[in-house]
């Protein structure tokens, strides 16, 4: 049941992030169409054309441009892990499939680890005495949007007498890392776009802190 209820959760989530990103501005929004200036006095920039626009998309592309930080070798030996060690190619909304899951993924399974992230709120059901719940990498819900990562998003459930409080801050989660390719299909393996899974990652944690 509690399954369930997470799938028809992000199902939602994705449905309003998906309908959000289709709906044109409302009609007298002018975000999209007239340049913003800070006051009545001041004139709107000019588009930069030529070189210096070329320059500036460049500057903006480097600066959006996210950079793959994976655990090194002595981190990885402690059990220290980041998103990035979960990463692996998998087309947006494309169903999941087990062989994608690279060798280094798959030497976690079942070891003892200590992941980093968020407690994503809209996936509780109270905020106390938490027992289960999404982590996720960061705390914008980007991990539910149009296109989700599949890798962006882990299930803790925590060992029996083990729980934990909601909080906005990043927690670090220990317990055991686990790879579930079945428990987390959305209801008849089809979800949001087309997607077959809502998560495939889990970790039995023993602490939050």
Do not use: W
């Not at 003892?112 to 999404?134: A, C, H, M, N, W």
């Amino acid at each position: 049941m509690i399954l369930l209820r997470f799938a028809m959760i992000v199902s939602s989530i994705l449905f309003i992030g998906v309908s959000q990103a289709a709906s044109p501005p409302p009609v007298g929004d002018q975000t999209a169409s007239s340049p913003k200036t800070r006051n009545s006095g001041e004139v709107a920039a000019r588009p930069q054309t030529g070189g210096a626009a070329k320059a500036s998309g460049e500057e903006s592309v480097s600066k959006n441009k996210v950079e793959v930080r994976k655990s090194s070798e002595s981190s990885r030996a402690k059990g220290d892990i980041n998103f990035d060690d979960l990463s692996f190619k998998i087309e947006k909304d494309a169903k999941f499939n087990p062989a994608l899951l690279t060798d280094e993924i798959k030497k976690l399974d079942g070891v003892k680890v200590k992941l980093r992230g968020y407690i994503l709120p809209s996936t509780l059901f109270k905020e106390t005495d938490i027992d289960q719940f999404v982590l996720v990498r960061d705390n914008q819900e980007c991990c539910f949007g149009p296109g989700a990562a599949l890798f962006d998003c882990v299930i803790v459930e925590m060992v029996p007498g083990k729980t934990t409080d909601f909080v906005t801050r990043p927690v670090t989660v220990e317990g055991k890392f686990k790879i579930d390719t079945e428990k987390y299909k959305y209801p008849n393996g089809v979800g949001p776009r087309g997607a077959s899974h809502f998560a495939i990652f889990k970790i039995d944690g023993v602490n939050v802190k």
